[in-house]
């Protein structure tokens, strides 16, 4: 997650060449990992946005880079049997979705063929078992959302989503992949604002849903005035939201996953997938086989949405995260649901943990949930914990594959591996990887899968230190 001061300026990043304007015609052989269609002009590998694997399509370039091409798709001559008409009326202006002419089921297959390669390609990785993927609404899925507040300089209010490949925001009526809760909200707020003399001090809004109700957070840079806090609460009303402002009360809502009730606050990491969420938790606890006699370890642990309930099930639950804000919401909703074999950490986990007072306890089995940049930093750390079972929930195909290879390297094989659809119509993936301890392994197979150099690795981490410390229930409040 870190970026070096200063980096080589690659061949990508030079000046763009002249780009023709005469449109081509393409045969898109497949597709990217962003969910453009790939085929070749002139022998370049161009990137088509809007094509689809199979399709003869006109395209036009718009950037003609050393290495690749980029165009948009203009006309498809021979279209592909898996092409749907988009459901959304903004879809071919909004940025927020880009699988929407491409059927549900084949939009699956792809993103599950997808990271098998990658772990194929990038790990070495085979998995014993593909699963069937974890499936759910294609429309009106998603719980959160992060909205935009813009004012043309003819006094019109924006209210939406960024364009595609632009950070300007696009007119949006109404979103048909928002919880149906909140159909229509962006035109009622932009109808609401459209009273006011400027709505330039107002940023974004961060709406984010629980089972019944949610918040409403409205991001400004001057303190709002009456006129506006009536507006606001006005739509909130409407809507069954609560509504958050600088200088508001703290509010929360809440999600259940199985008999455990999940407080949260606005920007909280929560998943936006609900219905994905529960499945994926539900698979956790299968995957990982937990017992009552099992000590578990989750990394990444968040609010507690895994760690609550492996509790459920499990002698004892440690769960760590970096945000002292989430560790404390963690350690209430352990409180709240009267859960006491659970413990939260905060730790740096970019960082080495060998140091941390809860590494030195004995774990059955290891939950890992890492944002996109994957768990390098402390796959080495966690294999030597030798845990029977490590379950690794994946937004980022590559991360998983370069973090999978290390721990079959340290001994473990991939058993099961399964997609969860918790993104439909986009082109983002999550996945969840089960790695077993391998009673076979032999360290000298260990020593030629690592290298003749993997000590050098090794001493560097153990020269870094991370602090780590508990935060006991009763502290819960944000600091």
């Keep these: 997650m870190r970026r ?36 070749r002009l002139s022998g370049k590998a161009t990137f088509v946005s809007n094509a689809l694997p199979g399709e003869t ?3 036009k370039l718009h950037n003609a880079k050393s290495k690749f091409n980029e165009a948009d798709c203009l006309e498809v001559l021979s279209a592909s049997a898996d092409r749907v008409e988009p459901f959304c009326e903004h879809y071919h202006t909004c940025g927020g979705c880009d699988l929407q002419h491409l059927s549900q089921e084949a939009q699956v297959s792809h993103k599950q063929t997808q990271v098998l390669e990658q772990l194929s390609r990038i790990g070495n990785l085979t998995p014993e078992e593909t699963l069937p993927a974890l499936q759910g609404p294609a429309q009106n899925y998603r719980r959160s959302a992060r909205i935009g507040i813009n004012q043309r300089a003819d006094g019109e209010v924006i209210i939406g989503f960024r364009r595609r490949s632009s950070n300007l925001l696009t007119q949006i009526d109404n979103c048909p992949v928002l919880d149906s809760r909140l159909d229509n909200i962006c035109a009622s707020l932009r109808d609401a604002l459209e009273v006011l003399p400027t709505v330039k001090h107002l940023t974004h809004l961060d709406i984010s849903l629980g089972d019944t109700g949610g918040l409403f957070s409205v991001r400004h840079v001057k303190p709002l005035n009456e006129e506006e806090l009536t507006i606001f609460t006005s739509v909130c009303d409407a809507y069954g939201l609560t509504l958050q402002y600088e200088k508001s009360d703290r509010h929360s809502a809440s999600y259940q996953v199985g008999d455990v009730n999940l407080d949260f606050h606005s920007g909280d990491f929560i998943q936006v997938n609900g219905d994905i969420n529960r499945q994926m938790v539900d698979q956790a606890l299968t995957l990982l086989d937990i017992q009552s006699e099992d000590k578990v370890l989750d990394l990444f642990c968040g609010l507690g949405n895994f760690s609550l309930p492996l509790a459920r099930k499990a002698a004892q639950v440690t769960g760590v995260e970096g945000s002292d804000a989430m560790v404390e919401q963690a350690s209430a909703n352990a409180a709240a649901n009267n859960i006491e074999n659970c413990r939260f950490f905060r730790a740096n986990l970019a960082d080495t943990i060998i140091h941390t007072q809860w590494y030195k306890d004995s774990y059955d089995k290891v939950l890992l ?23 690794y929930i994946a937004c980022n195909p590559g991360a998983l594959a370069r973090d999978g290879g290390q721990l079959q390297r340290h001994g473990y094989k991939l058993s099961r591996f399964m997609l969860a659809d918790m993104f439909p119509q986009t082109h983002h993936i999550e996945s969840v990887a089960l790695f077993e301890r391998d009673p076979d392994f032999k360290p000298e197979q260990q020593e030629k899968l690592l290298g003749k150099h993997s000590h050098l690795r090794e001493d560097s981490q153990k020269k870094r230190k991370s602090s780590s410390k508990p935060v006991k229930q009763g502290l819960w409040r944000r600091r």
């Design 369 to 391: 949930d890492p944002p996109r940049a994957g768990a390098e930093n402390i796959i080495e750390q966690v294999c030597k914990l030798k845990a029977e079972k490590i379950l």
């Design 4 to 39: 070096a001061n200063q980096r080589h300026r690659s061949k990508s990043s030079q000046p763009n060449k002249p780009v023709s304007s005469e449109p081509a015609e393409l045969v898109i052989d497949s597709l990217s990992h962003d969910g453009r269609g790939v085929g």
């Design 57 to 59: 399509v006109i395209a």
